[in-house]
């Protein structure tokens, strides 16, 4: 998989925009995407089970001389950072197509990814971790029919 950070504008990830909801056996998951503005797309995310909160993510995505930049911090269900999460994640974007996005991992001798795509009113995340390409998470989640993203 790529590994070198490409040349984007943030305004080519409009498409992860709204709010996106899941119910599964275990509980529900929500993400709400921003519309991009000012070089800056955040993203949040709850996980929650049958008891009740999991725990939270905030991404936030930023435009830097025209390289994209994820930065992930996930909270406890007290929203307190992860211990091995205290410091935000990076990563670069380094694959851009038509509602799909590939970031990869910066952190020191750690080969991840998180992808992105978007299949009409579908949102697929996969996280994948390692030389041997592991898929560790893989979700989808719908677009909320009560919510639509606002404009770009």
């Not at 991009?36 to 049958?50: E, I, M, S, W």
């Not at 694959?95 to 978007?118: G, H, Q, S």
């Not at 719908?142 to 404009?151: G, I």
């Amino acid at each position: 998989m790529k590994t070198v950070p490409i040349k984007a504008n943030i305004l080519a990830l409009a498409w992860l925009s709204g709010i996106w909801q899941a119910d599964h056996s275990q509980g529900w998951t929500e993400e709400f995407w921003s519309t991009p503005k000012d070089n800056v797309l955040l993203g949040t995310a709850r996980f929650h089970d049958q008891t009740g909160l999991l725990h939270t993510d905030l991404t936030w995505i930023v435009e830097e001389d025209q390289k994209i930049h994820s930065h992930f911090r996930r909270y406890d269900n007290k929203f307190r950072p992860y211990p091995h999460l205290i410091e935000p994640i990076r990563f670069d974007l380094v694959e851009l197509k038509e509602n799909y996005a590939v970031f990869y991992c910066t952190e020191p001798d750690t080969d991840a990814w998180m992808i992105y795509e978007r299949n009409s009113s579908t949102l697929i995340g996969t996280f994948i971790f390692g030389s041997n390409l592991e898929v560790m998470t893989s979700y989808s989640l719908s677009l909320s029919p009560t919510a639509s993203p606002a404009p770009v």
